[in-house]
């Protein structure tokens, strides 16, 4: 999905998003919801892989909330 969102992103452009962490108490939260957990250390390497530069990521409560851009 990165490799996607990196090939249609203009040069320039930022990728932003936010998600929950995988805690015990958010599935029963997002019951219904498609919930693919994704790990908080290892999402800057991922946008890396994918081309991205510039990543950051930030966790905070149940959340995390990253952005990268487009070179």
Same mark, same amino acid.
């Given at each position: 999905?990165? %490799? ?5 992103? *203009? ?5 932003? /998003?936010? /998600?929950?962490? #995988?805690? !015990? !108490?958010?599935?029963? $939260?997002?019951?219904? #919801? %498609? ?10 390497? /991922? ?6 530069? %510039?990543?950051?990521? !930030?966790? $905070? #409560?149940?959340?995390?909330?990253? *952005? $990268?851009?487009?070179?």
């Amino acid at each position: 999905m990165l %490799a996607e969102l990196h090939r249609v992103l *203009r040069p320039g452009g930022a990728l932003v /998003g936010c /998600g929950s962490l #995988d805690l !015990e !108490e958010v599935p029963a $939260a997002r019951a219904g #919801d %498609a919930f693919v957990p994704v790990d908080p250390a290892g999402l800057p390497r /991922g946008l890396g892989s994918a081309g991205f530069c %510039a990543a950051s990521v !930030e966790v $905070a #409560d149940h959340q995390l909330r990253f *952005r $990268a851009v487009e070179p």
